[in-house]
C-alpha cells in the first residue's frame, strides 16, 4: 500500500524559508503525479502545487499570483522516491499542516508536517 511520510515543517518568521520532503514508498513513484496540500485551522484542505511524473509543474492561483511566483517550488527526486517543496518569503498566512498525496495513485493521507509562519 502506498504510504506518504511528510517532515520538514517547523516555526519560521515571516520572511523566512522551509524545504519540505515527502517520501513515498509502496509505489511507482517516478509513474506517479504528486501532489502538496495544505489545510489551515478551521479551514477545508486545499492543493498547493502539482509535479507531474515528466516533471511540469502547476501551482493553485493562490499561491502563483503574481506577487507570489517563485515563492513556492516544487520537486521530485524520482531516485530517492522524493517529492519537496520550497517555501520562500513565508507569511503567516502560509501556518497549516502540509501534506502530500499522488493524484494519479492516492493513498491514505500521513500525518502531515506542521508549518507554523510567525509575524
Known amino acids: 500500500q502506498v504510504q506518504f511520510v511528510e517532515s520538514g515543517g517547523g516555526l519560521v518568521q515571516a520572511g523566512g524559508s522551509l524545504r519540505l520532503s515527502c517520501v513515498v514508498s509502496g509505489s511507482t513513484f517516478s509513474t506517479d503525479d504528486m501532489t502538496w496540500y495544505r489545510q489551515a485551522p478551521g479551514k477545508q484542505r486545499e492543493w498547493v502545487a502539482r509535479i507531474t511524473s515528466s516533471g511540469l509543474t502547476i501551482y493553485a492561483d493562490s499561491i502563483h499570483a503574481d506577487s507570489a511566483k517563485g515563492r513556492f517550488i516544487i520537486s521530485r527526486d524520482n531516485t530517492k522516491n522524493t517529492v519537496y517543496l520550497q517555501m520562500n518569503r513565508l507569511v503567516p498566512e502560509d501556518t497549516a499542516v502540509y501534506h502530500c498525496?499522488?493524484?494519479?495513485?492516492?493513498?491514505?493521507w500521513g500525518q502531515g508536517t506542521q508549518v507554523t509562519v510567525s509575524s
Open positions: 498525496n499522488s493524484p494519479t495513485r492516492p493513498g491514505p
